[in-house]
């Protein structure tokens, strides 16, 4: 079972949760770290990151010796990764989404593939007990400093989940790209929101997003007493199950600026979380017995 931590914005506890929900869970647990561009989840998990490899996407290379100029590779390419402009052929690889259609298209055989690294897997594990000791695994994806996709390193993340396992994705935040690919495939996403006219706003994006690529979801509503009701209110009118409300409390921000979890903070938690991951296997039941 996947299950994809979201949100419309950044800031509203994505991660805290995910790393919560590992770490409460009463049986071995994958957490992946989606938010490759920023990611920090393994500041809170003290696990050992012994694996490193790199992600890596092929990019074309043109050979000026057999290329005529002709421009089919840049009629091809929908990204603008490759110009023909007079007598000269330009790569952008920065732009280019490795489809491979410049390469098949040309017809001087002038452009060949190469591998570029645009971002780094780290992986390791730890023991844990928040009331129930289990083994907690995790990946982290970091996207390589001036690159600019970061959706072929999330896949490569998400690729590395066992598949027989409990799986948490700390998402990237917002709604484009990288948050779709994160959570896609996901058999549950939770949207991480703040009682705020902001976390409202951003809330109601990322429920249009669930809703177009028919996931199901649920939301979690954090620092809750620091606003007012009009998420609650905005659930309930949508029929938007809200399952947790984690309260604002001092103690979670100082447990945070430590390096510490959310469980340090507030350990009642933990029992309400391994109750809310029971509640998310039995309403995907139906759906992951279908993907086995």
């Known amino acids: 079972m996947k299950i994809a931590i979201a949100s419309g914005k950044g800031g509203t506890g994505k991660t805290t949760l995910s790393v919560a929900l590992a770490q409460a869970a009463d049986k071995n647990v994958q957490l992946i770290d989606c938010d490759v561009e920023e990611p920090n989840g393994h500041i809170f998990i003290d696990a050992q990151l012994d694996k490193h490899e790199d992600v890596t996407i092929p990019i074309p290379v043109l050979d000026k010796t057999l290329c005529n100029n002709c421009g089919k590779c840049g009629e091809i390419c929908q990204f603008n990764a490759i110009v023909t402009i007079g007598d000269k052929t330009m790569i952008f690889d920065d732009m280019c989404h490795s489809c491979g259609g410049c390469i098949l298209v040309c017809p001087q055989q002038a452009l060949t593939e190469q591998q570029k690294t645009i971002g780094y897997l780290d992986s390791g594990s730890n023991t844990i007990n928040c009331g129930q000791v ?100 905005y ?45 998310i296997s039995t309403w995907t039941k139906p759906a992951t017995e279908g993907k086995q």
């Open 134 to 233: 289990h083994q907690l695994s995790f990946i982290k994806g970091s996207i390589k400093i001036g690159e600019a996709m970061s959706p072929p390193v999330i896949r490569a993340a998400k690729k590395k989940a066992d598949q027989n396992q409990l799986t948490i994705i700390d998402c990237p935040p917002g709604t484009s790209c990288p948050m779709m690919t994160a959570v896609c495939d996901c058999d549950f996403v939770l949207l991480v929101t703040e009682p705020t006219p902001f976390g409202l706003h951003d809330l109601k994006l990322a429920v249009e997003t669930m809703r177009c690529m028919d996931l199901p979801f649920a939301v979690i509503v954090n620092r809750d007493g620091c606003g007012d009701e009009r998420v609650s209110e």
């Open 235 to 279: 659930c309930s009118a949508e029929k938007i199950p809200l399952v947790l409300k984690i309260k604002d409390d001092r103690r979670v921000a100082t447990a945070y600026s430590r390096g510490e979890g959310l469980l340090s903070a507030l350990p009642e938690l933990a029992p309400k979380l391994r109750s809310l991951l029971d509640d």
